[in-house]
């Protein structure tokens, strides 16, 4: 489930998992992030703040799904990840992703395509596709290596293994890293105060100008 909310010049999209089960980006998952994102694109805000529940972030797709699917239609979800990610990358807001627990497979695609990401002390990060034997559909493989050291991003996406928000911080992939809950809110409180104080003009020609796309008005 996905809830949004506007408050002022900040929007906040909240992914809930259902009982007992951390936030698979699936067809109908992905299908509500993209609705409420293109709402919220065409809002007034100037600042967009995603975060999950549940001591979860986003851990990517069921692979028992996909595991199902033929050629057209692995292409076809791996098509719709990518409009998802596109649409954060273009849109004029500024988006932060917060990061409290596990952020896993596709999740890390979905960090990726945020402007900033910070995370609690305690969250986890991993891209297994090398212990599966897979190569992510959503374009990780590219996006991660961009935002992170060399080295670091080699290791990360090599080994498959999981590791820690202060190894992620020095990678270059966090923005910073909070000891609590209470202060990652309020780390993104003094950053979306600093960025709602700017144009809306001069933030979408800033992400134009960094990333590469066409920027949204």
């Known amino acids: 489930m996905i809830e949004t909310r506007i408050e002022g010049l900040t929007a906040h999209i909240r992914l809930v998992p259902q009982t007992g089960q951390f936030t698979l980006l699936d067809v109908e998952?992905?299908?509500?992030?993209?609705?409420?994102?293109?709402?919220?694109?065409?809002s007034h805000a100037k600042t967009v703040r995603i975060y999950g529940e549940g001591?979860?972030?986003?851990v990517g797709a069921d692979l028992r799904t996909l595991s199902k699917y033929n050629?057209?239609?692995?292409?076809?979800?791996s098509k719709l990840g990518n409009t998802m990610f596109g649409t954060i990358r273009t849109m004029p807001q500024v988006v932060i992703a917060e990061i409290d627990g596990?952020?896993?497979?596709?999740?890390?695609?979905f960090a990726a395509s945020c402007d900033f990401r910070y995370a609690t002390g305690k969250s986890k990060f991993a891209h297994p596709?090398?212990?599966?034997?897979?190569?992510?559909?959503?374009?990780?493989?590219?996006?991660?290596?961009?935002?992170?050291q060399s080295a670091a991003a080699s290791e990360f996406l090599i080994t498959g293994n999981a590791f820690d928000a202060e190894y992620m911080k020095r990678g270059g992939f966090l923005n910073g890293v909070a000891h609590s809950k209470e202060e990652l809110k309020h780390m993104t409180d003094i950053l979306c105060e600093k960025i709602n104080r700017k144009s809306r003009v001069l933030l979408s020609g800033f992400k134009l100008s960094l990333d590469g796309s066409s920027a949204i008005f």
């Open 55 to 58: 001591g979860c972030f986003a």
């Open 102 to 109: 596990f952020c896993m497979g596709g999740g890390m695609d």
């Open 29 to 42: 998952t992905l299908k509500e992030i993209i609705k409420n994102l293109r709402m919220v694109r065409d």
């Open 71 to 77: 050629g057209f239609e692995a292409k076809w979800f």
């Open 129 to 148: 596709g090398a212990k599966l034997g897979i190569i992510t559909g959503f374009g990780g493989t590219q996006a991660i290596p961009r935002l992170m």
